[in-house]
């Protein structure tokens, strides 16, 4: 009796096997804003070292939004109509994406939000970072340097207008800046994140201001070190400006070994595997005692997954340092 049950044993588990090996995988869509620069190329890249998209159990297809609202509204009605299981959002801007989710929550899919935010309710969670804070520590490492005492003048580089990033990282900078009212903005605009824009913008203002320019204060790394071109264009020192970007690209990280600049890392791979391990477990009906694959819940015990019951995980900040700019470069290889 004992070895008939044994043997009907391993034959259920055998067929329980063979079952999920024939089912088919969940579709996961990644709707992202734009591609051009490094740092949503890693976060998309991160999403493919998954371990459930290494094993084939979760196939997933990013959407390149080319920086336009409208083109994300027409990418989510294609996986709606397609039938993915569920959708990553990482919005271009925090208003016009609200019609996207609720497009796909009309139709039953989870979508959860990364990186970039959307003010809707309907979103199922979110996996990003607080932009806020990150506002206030580049442009608080700026003042620092210039004295906020001494006063000074900087110029500020704004992501896209409307999109939560460019919305908060902003208002992180006015925080700081209202502690230094002896310091001046000369000069504030939009570069979309985009390093040739950066410095263009960059240039002008040289044109305009000289040498009176004290500090640069960049939403992300690609406009600090567009700004960073423009000052070597102009034949000046770089060491003559303080100057700060927020991502921890591979550029931004060699500038800040050669003492150029200051960045903040956000961490794309955490957010990114973050918001796709929630995706998994919305789009398979929430499973009691599901675990995450994803070894960043480990990395980072400060944001525990809490049976992914949360609406929102904050992935912390890394500023970047003398001390571990070469083990954050090591990653890059």
Known sequence: MTRLLSLSSALAMAAGMAAAQDAEPLRIGAAVY???AEFMQIWSAALEQHPSVQ???VEVTVFDGRYDALVQQDQFETMITEGYDAIIFVPIDIEAGAAAVQAAADAGIPVIGSNTRVNSDLLTAYVGSN???SGRMEAEYVLGQIGCEEGGNVVILEG????SAQIQRLEGNQEALAACPNV????QQTANWSRAEAQTLMENWLTTHG???DGVIGQNDEMALGAIEAIKGAGLNVS?????GIDGITDALNAVKAGEMQSILQDANAQAQGALDLAIFHASGMPEGWEPQSEIWAQYPDMPWNDGADKEYNVPWTPVTAE??????ATRQ
């Open 324 to 329: 571990n700019v070469d083990a954050l470069l």
């Open 55 to 57: 094993d084939g159990s």
């Open 131 to 133: 932009d806020v804070e």
């Open 160 to 163: 896209p207008i409307g999109q």
């Open 34 to 36: 734009g591609l051009n």
């Open 211 to 213: 040498d009176t320019i």
């Open 184 to 187: 001046t903005v000369l000069e």
């Open 240 to 244: 003559d400006f303080a100057i700060a």
